[in-house]
């Protein structure tokens, strides 16, 4: 069964960086996209940051240029760089991938990870 699992967060000033990390299992990684999302106390989960299987990445406006999303497919794993951090980037941070189902894609979805920046 596919598992994802995330670490890194914690608490953080603001100006001040953290890695977030999420170990998948249960996948082929290498033929899998990439998502981080993130969602703040009373809003909706959105999309953050992406990474296709051949490394092509993108960003929301929110945090392009501060955040970077990377992979190591030898370690199964995908990282969120975050630099400059903002007390609006405060919220629970998830790992997510489409991964197929017999014909469908489905989303999986890690635990979660808190990242709380204070001013």
């Known amino acids: 069964q596919v598992q994802l699992v995330e670490s890194g967060g914690g608490l953080v000033q603001a100006g001040g960086s953290l890695r977030l990390s999420c170990a998948a299992s249960?996948?082929?990684?290498?033929?899998?996209?990439m998502g981080w999302y993130r969602q703040a106390p009373g809003k909706q989960r959105a999309l953050i940051a992406s990474i296709t299987t051949s490394g092509s990445t993108n960003y929301a406006d929110s945090v392009k240029g501060r955040f970077t999303i990377s992979r190591d497919n030898a370690k199964s794993t995908v990282y969120l760089e975050m630099n400059s951090l903002k007390s609006e980037d405060t919220a629970v941070y998830y790992c997510?991938?489409?991964?197929?189902?017999?014909?469908?894609?489905?989303?999986?979805w890690g635990q979660g990870t808190q990242v709380t920046v204070s001013s």
């Open positions: 997510n991938v489409n991964a197929p189902r017999g014909t469908a894609r489905l989303p999986y």
């Open positions: 249960g996948i082929i990684f290498r033929l899998n996209a």
